[in-house]
């Protein structure tokens, strides 16, 4: 668990061994793409670990001109091994470097954790590479 306050800073090489060290991975696949004017909306479904089959879907609307940065936001759904479901809605960042984007969101879980996100997203081959950080606990 990570916590981000005044109260706990952490040094710089800790700030970077615990970015090195994700409360959890996954893989997820693009399973729609759908472009607009001045934005461009994905579907993503796979596996992440402790969450299940995830499915989830981001829209990234672009600020500037070279459309490789914008704002992030989506929604996800995972059904868990137990038939539980968890929900949450996604909000952050994205940049592209060509085919590749990198989204850094937050979520809010319906179960009460807040989890930092991060996605490495390859656009050619619609491969998702996911990591997580717990931020707060229920």
Same mark, same amino acid.
């Given at each position: 668990?990570?916590?981000? &306050?005044?109260?706990?800073?952490?040094? %710089?090489?800790?700030?970077?061994?615990?970015?090195?060290?994700? /409360?959890?991975?996954?893989?997820?696949?693009?399973?729609?793409?759908?472009? *607009?004017? /001045?934005?461009?909306?994905? /579907?993503?479904?796979?596996?992440?670990? =402790?969450?299940?089959?995830?499915?989830?879907?981001?829209? $990234?609307?672009?600020?500037?001109?070279?459309?490789?940065?914008?704002?992030?936001?989506?929604?996800?759904?995972? +059904?868990? *091994?137990? =038939?539980? $479901?968890?929900?949450?809605?996604?909000?952050?960042?994205?940049?592209? *470097? =060509?085919?590749?984007?990198?989204?850094? +969101?937050?979520?809010?879980?319906?179960? =009460?954790?807040?989890?930092?996100?991060?996605?490495?997203? *390859?656009?050619?081959? %619609?491969?998702?590479?996911?990591?997580?950080?717990?931020?707060? &606990?229920?």
């Amino acid at each position: 668990l990570i916590i981000f &306050s005044p109260e706990n800073q952490l040094t %710089k090489d800790e700030d970077l061994n615990a970015m090195e060290n994700p /409360d959890g991975t996954g893989t997820l696949t693009i399973t729609r793409m759908t472009i *607009d004017s /001045d934005k461009v909306s994905f /579907d993503f479904e796979g596996k992440v670990e =402790g969450y299940g089959t995830v499915f989830a879907t981001h829209t $990234l609307t672009y600020i500037g001109v070279d459309r490789s940065r914008g704002r992030l936001q989506g929604e996800a759904r995972t +059904f868990l *091994d137990d =038939g539980g $479901l968890i929900s949450t809605p996604h909000k952050g960042t994205f940049i592209r *470097d =060509g085919s590749n984007a990198t989204s850094y +969101f937050t979520d809010a879980t319906n179960h =009460g954790v807040v989890n930092f996100v991060i996605w490495d997203i *390859d656009i050619i081959t %619609k491969a998702v590479s996911v990591r997580y950080w717990e931020v707060k &606990s229920p």
